[in-house]
């Protein structure tokens, strides 16, 4: 069973970082295209970054040059770098995976992907 456990949330100042990790257990991690959502209050969850099987990146255009997202298949664990960090970045974070392996493309909806962590905070203060 494919099980996703976010960590390293919590609060920052505006302007500053937080890294993200999920550790996925349950399948060969280096197969499956990873994704990062976020859900803010009384919003929907949207996308945030994706990295694939095949090692490309994609963001959301409002993070793009502010956040990075990484991959260690070794530890079958998946990064969210996040920087200059902004209040409207507040909301809590997910970890994706893909449900079948070898799958290629951007996957922005949250629909695409199969299985999901159980979220960590993340709270921008002004």
């Known amino acids: 069973q494919v099980q996703l456990v976010e960590s390293g949330g919590g609060l920052a100042q505006a302007g500053g970082s937080l890294r993200l990790s999920c550790a996925a257990s349950?399948?060969?991690?280096?197969?499956?295209?990873m994704g990062w959502f976020r859900q803010a209050p009384g919003k929907e969850r949207e996308f945030v970054a994706r990295f694939s099987w095949v090692g490309r990146t994609y963001y959301a255009d409002s993070m793009k040059g502010r956040f990075t997202i990484s991959r260690d298949n070794a530890k079958s664990t998946v990064y969210l770098q996040m920087n200059t960090l902004k209040p409207e970045d507040t909301a809590v974070y997910y970890c994706?995976?893909?449900?079948?392996?070898?799958?290629?493309?951007?996957?922005?909806?949250?629909?695409?992907?199969?299985?999901w962590g159980q979220g960590t905070q993340v709270t921008v203060s002004s």
């Open positions: 349950g399948r060969r991690f280096s197969n499956y295209g």
């Open positions: 994706a995976a893909d449900g079948r392996p070898y799958v290629s493309g951007s996957h922005y909806s949250e629909y695409e992907y199969d299985y």
